[in-house]
Structure formats: structure tokens, C-alpha cells
């Protein structure tokens, strides 16, 4: 493979930006078809597919974000204007918001882990795909991921976990770049 001074330039300034800094236009359907073919391309050990995606339409994270507005009600009755605010737009601010969903189980042969880790996989190459389309982008759980209630809103199946939603949008502020961890910290030379 012929080296990339492009993409070593990419990988060195990439970075995500928040929905709140994003603004209209994101892609629409059949460009987000081509963002998902491009995120699928990732290793992925026994070839299972261990994922999917979810896209989710305005009008469907308008609904989702009213009946998760609900669940805050409930768990916090005294809840702000504010607060309520801030999670009725949780899904909101980005043009397109898309789930990627782990769909990691007991296999004979490819530890549950690996499965996982190929669903982690297709999350930044959503943010690369997103990226190389001139669109920004950022990978985002938050509280709903892990809230069974939750779940039948966002179109979980029994087994399966949201690896993320990858807000995309086209960027409106630059977020500035943001600490890194130092490589010779975090990296050991194993010699002999
Ligand atoms: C699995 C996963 C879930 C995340 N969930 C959140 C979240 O819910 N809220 C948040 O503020 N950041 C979350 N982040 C972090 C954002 O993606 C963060 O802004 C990102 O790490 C910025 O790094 P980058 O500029 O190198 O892409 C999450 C990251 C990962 C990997």
C-alpha cells in the first residue's frame, strides 16, 4: 500500500465535534446508505457482522426524546426547565443521528470480546466515513444506552447493546483540539 500523506494528515488532526457545535445539512438517505457501507469495512473476526445500524428519522428522535423526557420526569420530579431542555435535545441537535448496535453473543469460536470490540470498530469508521464525506461527526452513548426502559424506544432486541450513536452534521465551530495521552506513557517495548 502506497503511503497516504493525506490520510497520515487526517489521522493526526481528526477530531470529533459536539453535537451542539453542528449544523444543518447532514446526509441524507442514500449518502448515509454509502457513510454505512464504508463503516462496515472493519475486521471482524469469524465474519459474523455483530452489529447494525439504526437510523433514526427527526420525527422518530422527536418521539424517542419526548418519551425519554418522560423517564427524567419520572426519576426526577423536580427536574429544571433546563434539565428538561437539555435531554429533549439530547438526540436532537445533529441532522442525522445513527445507532450502531452490538449485537455480541456466546459463540463457539469468537470470544464475545471480539464481537464487541468489531462493534467499537464501526463507530469510528462512521466518524471516518462521516469525516471523508465533509461532514463532522462524534460518537456519543449517553444515560439512554444503558436504560432498559429506554431500550424498546431505540429499537433494541433482547441480547443486543448500543455501541453508540454517531451524530453527523456539517460542522459549525471547531471544538480546538483536546489533551491526548503521551504514546511512551502508555507504551511498553517487550525487547526479548
Ligand atoms: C463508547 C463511547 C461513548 C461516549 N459517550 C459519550 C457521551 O455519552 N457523552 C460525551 O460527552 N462523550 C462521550 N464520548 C466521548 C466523545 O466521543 C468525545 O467527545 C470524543 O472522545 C472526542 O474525541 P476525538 O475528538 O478524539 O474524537 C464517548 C466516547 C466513546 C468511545
Given amino acids: 500500500m502506497p503511503e497516504n500523506q493525506n490520510l497520515i494528515e487526517y489521522l493526526r488532526n481528526r477530531r470529533s465535534v ?11 438517505r442514500e449518502e448515509i446508505e454509502a457513510l454505512l457501507a464504508l463503516a462496515s469495512r472493519v475486521p471482524d473476526h469469524g465474519k459474523l ?24 420526569r419520572q426519576d426526577r420530579p423536580d427536574v429544571s426547565d433546563d434539565a428538561v431542555t437539555l435531554e429533549r ?3 436532537l441537535l445533529a441532522p442525522v443521528v445513527i445507532g450502531v448496535v452490538s ?11 471480539e464481537q464487541v470490540l468489531s ?6 469508521n462512521l466518524l471516518l466515513a462521516a469525516n471523508a464525506h465533509g461532514y463532522a461527526a462524534t460518537w456519543l452513548t449517553q ?10 424506544l431505540l429499537g433494541l432486541q433482547s441480547g443486543e447493546k448500543v455501541a453508540g450513536f454517531i451524530h453527523i452534521g456539517t460542522m459549525e465551530t471547531h471544538p ?3 489533551g491526548r495521552p503521551v504514546v511512551q506513557e502508555i507504551t511498553s517495548w517487550v525487547e526479548s
Avoid at 18 to 28: F, L
Avoid at 119 to 124: H, Q, S
Fill in 18 to 28: 459536539p453535537p451542539a457545535m453542528m449544523t444543518s445539512p447532514g446526509p441524507g
Fill in 119 to 124: 462493534a467499537g470498530a464501526v463507530c469510528y
Fill in 103 to 113: 449485537r455480541a453473543a456466546p459463540h463457539p469460536k469468537i470470544p464475545e470480546w
Fill in 176 to 178: 480546538g483540539d483536546r
Fill in 143 to 152: 444515560w439512554f444506552a444503558y436504560d432498559d426502559r429506554a431500550r424498546p
Fill in 89 to 91: 435535545n439530547r438526540l
Fill in 49 to 72: 457482522a455483530p452489529w447494525r445500524f439504526v437510523v433514526y428519522s427527526r420525527a422518530a428522535r422527536e418521539r424517542i426524546s419526548e418519551a425519554l423526557v418522560q423517564l427524567v
